[in-house]
């Protein structure tokens, strides 16, 4: 029990008949639940690109920035901006260029953790940081075609 949060990446693969072979996607099912998925049917893929516990600070940022200051434990669309927002936030955090209880402050709230800045506060800002800086990266790389939903559950 307690916050869990997810940023999932959510990316359109439907085939449709107008599309030239080079163009389509290839789906294997394989495992257990092969009899209940037709892979002609699948739409999207629905990847966990980040996940963390009771990280308060960040969960803040996306009550804030992102669901309008609801907290709701519902899905919120993040838009490419907004992700390369926050990294760039925890980059300033950890440069120490702009006061931490300020630019990330902490959030209490049910089995929410601690709300000192302390090792914890910094090991998920530190994470934040490298997975959204992976994350943009492989964005850049192979292009933003996948749309990005924030959700908390607690």
Avoid at 55 to 76: L, P
Avoid at 121 to 148: H, P, Q, Y
Wanted: glycine share 6%; net charge negative; charged share 25%.
């Amino acid at each position: 029990m307690g916050l869990d949060m997810y940023l999932m990446k959510k990316t359109y693969v439907k085939n449709w008949d107008y599309m030239k072979q080079g163009e389509r996607h290839t789906i294997t099912v394989v495992g257990p639940h092969t009899h209940v998925i037709n892979p002609s049917r699948i739409s999207f893929i629905i990847e966990e690109a980040m996940y963390w516990r009771k990280a308060n600070a960040i969960h803040a940022w996306f009550v804030k920035h992102v669901q309008n200051g609801v907290d709701d434990c519902e899905e919120y669309f993040v838009a490419d901006s907004q992700l390369v927002a926050l990294r760039d936030l925890c980059r300033a955090v950890l440069a120490k260029t702009v006061p931490a209880e300020e630019a990330l402050p902490p959030l209490s709230g049910f089995f929410f953790g601690s709300t000192d800045i302390d090792e914890y506060f910094w090991e998920d800002i530190t994470n934040t940081e490298k997975g959204l800086t992976a994350l943009i990266d492989e964005c850049n790389r192979f292009g933003w075609v996948s749309n990005f939903y924030y959700q908390s559950s607690w």
